[in-house]
């Protein structure tokens, strides 16, 4: 799509919205001078990440912005994604229920929920490449488990439940959205027959931010919520674990407001997930939420970011020490750089967006190469490169497979 076609569309639903230049690009983090040039077909937008936050602020369709072009960062990269598909599609056990001879068989639970936990583990120390190749294996057991006569069919749920909280996870960091979708659903049903009250808010935590992943801002909020409240009622005065998730889902409501750029809102959501954390009292991750203060603050610098606040996410980023965050925590700390580089990009401030990103590829080159938006401010700060003040960016985007 030419400038000028792409600048009458964003006139055309800016208006329709009743906003004003300046209020449109306070919300897309740029200047009422850019939008205006933007609007007349003077200058092309090379970023996705912008043209993605013009369509969700003008509600409509990134296509409407991109023509016949790519309208998604997908993650195609993630080979593993295919294999992930295929064991989830794959219904072999039911060779097993069709020539049941009524015979028990032996499953060993504790197994499933071993592997479970430690592959979930190496998805928050962000080793996604590992994860990818535990999940198809993992998924065909838990699937044969489930489906097999003797066993402890309570305890085979939760671990599955467990495989598939995983699943959704990875595939949404990637960009494989409706796979995520999938597995996130299926993590539900499975806590359901579970019959873990704590392990459903769980699911309902997933489900959450795969919604928001596919623009389903709406029923995200509304699912956070209800199963918020619904835990609410049942903690006098709540578990750690009880807290964690209440917390957590009050977190995954925030990022659902800020997504639909709901400003009003994410501060309340937010003061309630301090709330929580105070009561626990320090960053744990009961539940694999990675739940307390510190995680409450980094939500205020992706929520900041998401609504177009790059001063708030900057200050907030900045004064952040997650030290205090267990060990294993690998993504949240790489997160929390990555929404700074953000920040630091949308007030232009290319030389400290780059060693920011640097730091978050220390921490975490997989998340660098795999992250979306991340590929998205490579784009923005390649568009605009100053070789003499940024030298290493190039360098950087090479090996995150943006050029």
Known sequence: MDAATRGQTIRRARKRRNL????????????ESWLSQVERGKRKVDSHEVLTRLAEVLRIDIRDLTGDEASDYIGARYAAARDIETAMTRYTTLETIIQDTGEAQAI?????????????????ETRYDEVGRRLPRLIRDVEAAARSRGADRPAVCSARAQVYNTAAAVLRRVGERELAW?????????????????????????????????DRRGAA????????????????????????????????????????????????????????????????????????????????????VAVGDAQTAVDTGEALDVRTLPTGLVGRRAQVQLDIARGYTMRRMDAAAVNTLLEAERLSPQLIRYDSATGDVLTELMSREHRRSTPE?????????VT
């Open 221 to 304: 909020l509304d699912l956070a919520m209800g199963a918020a409240h619904a835990l609410e009622r049942r903690m006098n005065p709540g578990t750690p674990g009880e807290l964690s998730v209440y917390g957590g889902l009050h977190l995954a409501a925030a990022t659902a407001a800020a997504a639909d750029f709901d400003r009003a809102s994410i501060p309340r959501f937010l003061a309630d997930a301090r709330r929580a954390a105070e009561r626990l009292g320090h960053d744990g991750n009961f539940y694999g939420t990675a739940f307390g203060p510190s995680n409450v603050a980094i939500h205020t610098v992706s929520t900041a």
């Open 108 to 124: 060993d639970v504790s197994r499933l929920r071993t592997e479970a936990d430690r592959t979930y583990a190496a998805y928050q």
């Open 393 to 401: 960016l190039r360098p950087l985007a090479h090996r995150a497979g």
């Open 20 to 31: 004003s230049q300046t209020a449109l690009a306070g919300l897309v983090g740029r200047s």
């Open 182 to 214: 999938q597995a996130a659903d299926r993590a539900m049903s499975a806590a359901e027959w579970a019959d873990e009250n704590l392990l459903a808010a769980v699911g309902a935590y997933r489900l959450t931010y795969v919604l928001i992943s596919r």
